[in-house]
Nanobody
């Protein structure tokens, strides 16, 4: 079992930055591919970014490319999402997710590929 706890959400003005953190406990974090998802009111959950357990493969949704950066520190059991140049349309609850991966370079972009989820952290971007 893996427990995930997100932090770092909050209220920020458009153009500002936030860094989300997701700390895992319970199993060997380094064997888990990680992802960040978000869900805005009235919308479906969507993939934002994902990273392989080696850190060597990374995925970004087109809507966040060039603005968001996903990274991980396996020694700290933590994955990060640095969000810059935030827009009002980035407002959502952000979730991190984990799934055990057999391949070091495997990146999972679909929510159904993930077995473990955090409780979510609210990000609100004001105009």
């Amino acid at each position: 079992q893996v427990q995930l706890v997100e932090s770092g959400g909050g209220l920020v003005q458009a153009g500002g930055s936030l860094r989300l953190s997701c700390t895992a406990s319970g199993r060997t974090f380094s064997n888990y591919a990680m992802g960040w998802f978000r869900q805005a009111p009235g919308k479906e959950r969507e993939s934002v970014a994902a990273i392989s357990w080696s850190g060597g493969s990374i995925y970004y949704a087109d809507s966040v490319k060039g603005r968001f950066t996903i990274s991980r520190d396996n020694a700290k059991n933590t994955v990060y999402l640095q969000m810059n140049s935030l827009k009002t349309e980035d407002t959502a609850v952000y979730y991190c997710a984990a799934t055990r991966a057999a391949q070091a370079m495997a990146v999972m972009t679909h929510q159904y590929a993930y077995n473990y989820w955090g409780q979510g952290t609210q990000v609100t971007v004001s105009s």
